[in-house]
């Protein structure tokens, strides 16, 4: 890959510096021109460093979806598999709900072609970091048959949208959480 100008690493650092709190105040539709405009870019330059709106919103969402991925990783040892389940679930439950914007490109991630869906994309990461804590789960009785990653996934992208404009998301979409586990996951 080669190195970048100097002055295009400045306008990719800006254009996503912009694109975060675009996203944060209008969502996954945040204009990308408006972006450009903030940014004191030309549309060419965003396309340049964001070829979709697609690879515009992975950017922006990267690091914390990167961390959710680690947190799955990190609770895969824990001798409680349904406990560490539950608690990585709600940590992405509570991502979805307040990081405005990702509950809608996980659903359209959910929702693409699979042709469509990139290797790197916030659902494809999530899905291959929660889908050893979901076995574990499945093999050890906690998780009712059948149950997928991609079904826990699903289902909580649905809860953040249904909480999005709910005055306390994040503890709504706990609320509602916990009642769709006991549905998939009896306690003991």
């Known amino acids: ?61 990267r690091e914390r979806v990167g961390g959710l991925c680690d947190h799955a990783r990190d609770l895969t040892g824990r001798p409680d598999s349904r406990a560490a389940l539950l608690e990585w679930l709600g940590a992405v439950t509570a991502s979805a709900a307040t990081i405005r914007g990702l509950a809608t490109a996980l659903t359209r991630d959910l929702t693409a072609d699979p042709g469509a869906v990139h290797e790197h994309c916030a659902t494809a990461q999530l899905t291959e970091a929660g889908d050893p804590l979901v076995r574990r789960a499945a093999a050890d009785g906690a998780l009712a048959p059948g149950v997928t990653v991609t079904d826990v996934l699903t289902l909580i992208t ?21 009642l769709t586990l006991a549905g998939i996951s009896p306690g003991p």
Do not use: C, K, W
């Open 1 to 61: 890959m080669p190195v970048q100008r100097a002055d295009a690493r400045r306008n990719y650092a800006r254009l996503l510096a912009v694109a975060v709190e675009e996203v944060a105040a209008h969502g996954a539709d945040a204009s990308l021109e408006q972006i450009a405009r903030i940014a004191d870019v030309g549309s060419a330059t965003v396309r340049r460093h964001f070829p979709t709106r697609h690879a515009l919103l992975e950017a922006v969402f």
């Open 158 to 178: 649905g809860i953040a949208l249904a909480t999005e404009h709910h005055p306390h998301p994040a503890a709504e979409a706990t609320r509602l959480l916990g």
